[in-house]
């Protein structure tokens, strides 16, 4: 008698809505990823200054404050549309930059000026089109779907910054910002393919035909869900943990590690990003071909295995070796996050789903913090001994929130841990 049958890495794609979806998702990433890494290293350059880095670092992700508004709103119009206007978006931005790059206007503070314009809308992207996945999938291919669109990132990463860092180097800023605003033009046509819902979700309407609820009516009774489901607090408090002292060190300070400490160039700080990328990926692609996971058990391991590899990092001589350790990192970074995603989405009502990534999103504003105090601490005792300060801290308050929680977490049969 034969078992059950093995699940399927393609299965997401029987659905029309993810085939447009999916794509679009990608080259929005691979747009993301190119920018993050052409941006961060022209304001290194200009400018010599590793805290100016992280200030460029910080302020791609100003707007993860107003991020539960998105959801409110992505709950009322709908997400396929708002995914889609904040692609517009961000086609617009890049194609000013495209402007003054090939101009020859462009300085660093027209850079972090538009850089803190695109922070205000570009940190919800992920909240609202994991909201958008969880509208157009069934229920019993979530966890697959969700794995295979955090490939898009994660091939963004590797790809997408071996491809900006070889545009940059070859052709210089403004062609390889030609590239980037063909890729998000490209992204909201894809995304404008998916079919809406016949109606979005009902929130902010009232179920007696009175006026209208407010928005903020909304954003407060979103809030409050999240904190009052145990489960959904624990998630949010080891996603704030991980922007605030781990993505910081694979993330913002690549520039600085790649130049300051292994003396390579945007090339070799390209093969640093695609080596994160690439265990990432390979993450995504394992998790979407196992079944029957304790999806909160995987998300512990993973976060404390994730902080063990960056302590590892830290100490490294070469880059070669430096390269091995964030590749391992990328691919428990993966599972973790994938993890905080499907808890966040399986157990959430429906209607809700925007707001509760709105606030999950909300999360990812420990990530400025965490890069400007990085900054601060390198300059007085060294990137290797503030690495290990915030990988030792990150260990130490991850055992915190799984000992307070562990009924919701641990327990195997926690919600949380539904196969």
């Not at 590899?309 to 070669?320: D, E, R, Y």
Request: with cysteine; net charge positive.
């Amino acid at each position: 008698m034969s078992g059950p049958a093995r699940p399927s890495a393609l299965a997401p794609f029987r659905i029309r809505n993810y085939r447009f979806q999916w794509p679009a998702d990608l080259l929005t990433s691979w747009a993301f990823e190119m920018e993050t890494l052409i941006l961060g290293w022209y304001v290194l350059v200009e400018t010599g200054s590793v805290l100016l880095l992280t200030v460029f670092a910080s302020l791609n992700f100003v707007g993860t404050l107003i991020a539960p508004m998105f959801g409110v709103f992505g709950d009322r119009i709908g997400h396929r549309d708002l995914l889609a206007m904040m692609r517009a978006t961000y086609a617009v931005l890049a194609a000013t930059l495209m402007a003054l790059a090939l101009s020859g206007h462009l300085s660093p503070l027209y850079v972090l000026i538009i850089v803190a314009v695109m922070g205000l809308v570009r940190p919800s992207d992920l909240g609202v089109r994991g909201a958008l996945v969880a509208t157009i999938m069934p229920h019993d291919q979530l966890i697959g779907a969700i794995s295979i669109s955090r490939t898009t990132m994660d091939t963004a990463k590797f790809a997408g910054a071996l491809s900006g860092a070889g545009l940059f180097a070859a052709l210089g800023m403004g062609p390889a910002y030609v590239a980037i605003v063909t890729l998000y033009i490209a992204s909201t046509l894809l995304t404008l393919c998916v079919v809406a819902p016949s109606k979005p979700h009902p929130a902010g309407e009232a179920a007696d035909g009175a006026l209208p609820r407010s928005p903020m009516r909304d954003l407060k009774e979103g809030v409050a869900y999240v904190w009052t489901t145990p489960r959904m607090r624990a998630v949010i408090w080891v996603a704030f943990l991980a922007n605030l002292t781990a993505y910081p060190l694979s993330n913002g300070l690549l520039p600085y590690v790649a130049r300051d400490i292994y003396g390579t160039d945007q090339t070799g700080l390209g093969y640093m990003a695609a080596s994160f990328a690439l265990g990432s990926l390979v993450g995504s692609i394992a998790l979407s071909l196992i079944g029957g996971i304790r999806v909160a058990r995987l998300m512990i391991g993973a976060t404390m295995a994730w902080y063990a590899t960056l302590l590892v990092f830290a100490q490294m001589q070469t880059i070669h070796a430096a390269i091995a350790c964030l590749a391992l990192a990328g691919f428990m970074q993966s599972l973790a996050m994938i993890s905080v995603a499907v808890i966040l989405m399986r157990t959430a009502s429906e209607h809700f789903r925007g707001r509760v990534m709105g606030v999950r999103m909300l999360a990812i504003y420990s990530l400025p913090l965490g890069l400007l105090a990085a900054g601060s601490l390198i300059g007085g005792i060294g990137f290797a001994a503030t690495a290990s300060l915030y990988a030792a801290a990150g260990i130490a308050l991850m055992l915190a929130i799984v000992l307070h929680w562990r009924a919701d977490l641990w327990h195997l049969h926690a919600p949380a841990n539904a196969k």
